[in-house]
């Protein structure tokens, strides 16, 4: 079936994709919801396309546009309900690995809103603090402040262990 | 490796392996869906901004107790467009001589049009202007006086109807005004049919509901409300092409005095105009009933200096008999 995509389109969704997912594994723990919030930006990037190709970073605008989403989709609360049920001790695949990662998410997932935007934003995706101000509409000094609290709040739980075992 | 990178490496293994190319048929059916979405939503907004306005604009005309006619058609123009059903259209027509012209209404009632002369027969003190009454559908003067669509008598003081015009076909829904026609006497015609049947006159005689400045004739002729002046302009004043001159002022009548027309009264008591204000000429010019009655209003002259002769009343209020009362105010 023809994508009914344009080759900049397409090159676009390819480039950003991976990035955007995980970003939003990580700032909502949920893979599966990320891959449908990921592809719900991407769609609204597409369809307002005659706009998007013409900004200076079309990608940090698309970063904004999931993040939101992911705002609005964790307000509705469904997601909470089922992080519970996907923490629940009785899910068998359980491998260290696979552990360090959940810890890894859940601890990230615990972070104030804010403090995992600019988190994920500047660690994850990369993107420099300024335009991280700007999506998250503040002062670049606050998006520091914000990341330095995350990070210590995320050293106190896990990363003293990951950084303790290299 | 900084801390930095220890941070992103952390963060990179706990977001996952990856998860493949995009699925991109899904995303362009979503952003198809978006598009068409937000269509509907431009849509639905540009239709609840203006269908209310197109709703009002349709029902507001139904409201209105009066028919807002527009400028009358070009005097001596004897061809009008045939009215909506229900409603009215005004026109001019040449009187003998044709250098003045009777104002005339035409109406569809039903699918029957007639035409009929837009001026009372009955008054004291002259002719009074004549408008259409929607809601009643009928004819009706402020004074009380009601006719039927045929301009058959209905009610009021009046001994017969109004002066009708013969109406023939013409060309692209129109009709042409013909010659004028002898009114029925009372108890002939439509009107005798309507007489003492409820109408809905109500809202036409309810000073509540009449257009401002308490000129239901404007409301009909307001192409007359472009040029009023002051009774001792009027005998002065360059007519309109209908070869009338209309003006608002004070007549002052009766009290054994000679009938005069004013812009401001002289006095109350005795009700007067100032010395050289003029008079109108016929009956009304004679000294009239021992009681004087004082009438504010706007009138309709054939300018014929340096008198106002065969004035007619537009809309007029009596504000004083024999000295009580006053003028009103503003």
């Given at each position: 079936m023809p994508s009914e995509l344009t080759a900049d389109q397409a090159a676009f969704c390819r480039r950003e994709h991976p990035r955007l997912v995980g970003a939003l594994v990580l700032y909502l723990g949920d893979a599966e919801t990320a891959l449908d919030l990921a592809q719900e930006a991407l769609a609204r990037a597409c369809a307002a396309w005659g706009r998007v190709s013409r900004m200076q970073a079309p990608g940090a605008w698309l970063h904004r546009v999931a993040i939101n989403l992911a705002k609005r989709h964790l307000r509705r609360g469904l997601l909470g309900r089922r992080a519970l049920e996907r923490h629940d001790p009785s899910v068998a695949t359980w491998d260290a690995d696979v552990a360090d990662r959940l810890a890894v998410r859940a601890a990230v997932a615990t972070l104030p809103a804010r403090q995992r935007t600019a988190l994920v934003l500047r660690y994850y995706t990369d993107l420099p603090v300024i335009e991280v101000a700007r999506i998250m509409r503040c002062r670049p000094g606050t998006v520091r402040a914000l990341t330095s609290q995350a990070l210590a709040q995320l050293r106190g739980e896990l990363l003293h262990e990951a950084v303790a075992d290299d | 490796m900084t801390d930095d990178q220890r941070v992103r490496a952390v963060l990179h293994d706990a977001a996952g392996p990856g998860c493949g190319a995009p699925d991109l048929a899904a995303i362009a059916r979503r952003s198809r869906r978006l598009r068409q979405r937000r269509r509907t939503a431009a849509a639905g907004v540009v239709a609840s901004l203006v269908l209310p306005l197109l709703a009002a604009a349709m029902v507001w005309p139904a409201l209105q107790p009066w028919t807002q006619l527009g400028p009358a058609h070009a005097p001596g123009e004897p061809v009008?467009?045939?009215?909506?059903?229900?409603?009215?259209?005004?026109?001019?027509?040449?009187?003998?001589?044709?250098?003045?012209?009777?104002?005339?209404?035409?109406?569809?009632?039903?699918?029957?049009?007639?035409?009929?002369?837009?001026?009372?027969?009955?008054?004291?003190?002259?002719?009074?202007?004549?408008?259409?009454?929607?809601?009643?559908?009928?004819?009706?003067?402020?004074?009380?006086?009601?006719?039927?669509?045929?301009?058959?008598?209905?009610?009021?003081?009046?001994?017969?109807?109004?002066?009708?015009?013969?109406?023939?076909?013409?060309?692209?829904?129109?009709?042409?005004?013909?010659?004028?026609?002898?009114?029925?006497?009372?108890?002939?015609?439509?009107?005798?049919?309507?007489?003492?049947?409820?109408?809905?006159?109500?809202?036409?005689?309810?000073?509540?509901?009449?257009?401002?400045?308490?000129?239901?004739?404007?409301?009909?002729?307001?192409?007359?409300?472009?040029?009023?002046?002051?009774?001792?302009?009027?005998?002065?004043?360059?007519?309109?092409?209908?070869?009338?001159?209309?003006?608002?002022?004070?007549?002052?009548?009766?009290?054994?005095?000679?009938?005069?027309?004013?812009?401001?009264?002289?006095?109350?008591?005795?009700?007067?105009?100032?010395?050289?204000?003029?008079?109108?000429?016929?009956?009304?010019?004679?000294?009239?009933?021992?009681v004087a009655l004082v009438v504010h209003g706007l009138f309709r002259g054939r300018p014929d200096a340096p008198f106002v002769a065969e004035f007619t009343h537009v809309a007029t209020r009596i504000v004083a008999v024999d000295g009580v009362g006053g003028p009103p105010s503003g």
């Open positions: - | 009008v467009p045939i009215p909506d059903p229900g409603e009215a259209v005004a026109a001019w027509t040449p009187e003998p001589g044709g250098r003045l012209f009777t104002p005339v209404l035409v109406v569809n009632v039903r699918g029957e049009i007639h035409a009929v002369r837009a001026l009372s027969p009955h008054s004291p003190l002259g002719e009074m202007a004549v408008g259409w009454c929607r809601p009643a559908q009928a004819f009706v003067v402020r004074h009380g006086d009601v006719f039927a669509p045929d301009g058959s008598y209905v009610d009021g003081p009046p001994q017969h109807g109004l002066v009708t015009y013969a109406v023939e076909p013409a060309s692209d829904g129109h009709v042409r005004i013909g010659e004028a026609r002898d009114p029925l006497p009372r108890g002939q015609g439509d009107g005798a049919r309507l007489a003492g049947r409820p109408l809905a006159l109500d809202r036409c005689f309810d000073a509540d509901e009449l257009p401002p400045g308490d000129a239901m004739v404007l409301h009909h002729w307001p192409a007359e409300a472009d040029r009023v002046v002051t009774p001792e302009e009027a005998p002065t004043a360059r007519p309109g092409p209908d070869g009338w001159v209309v003006f608002e002022g004070f007549l002052v009548h009766g009290g054994g005095r000679p009938t005069a027309l004013c812009a401001e009264l002289l006095s109350m008591d005795p009700p007067a105009c100032p010395e050289g204000s003029p008079r109108p000429r016929g009956d009304l010019a004679r000294p009239g009933a021992e």
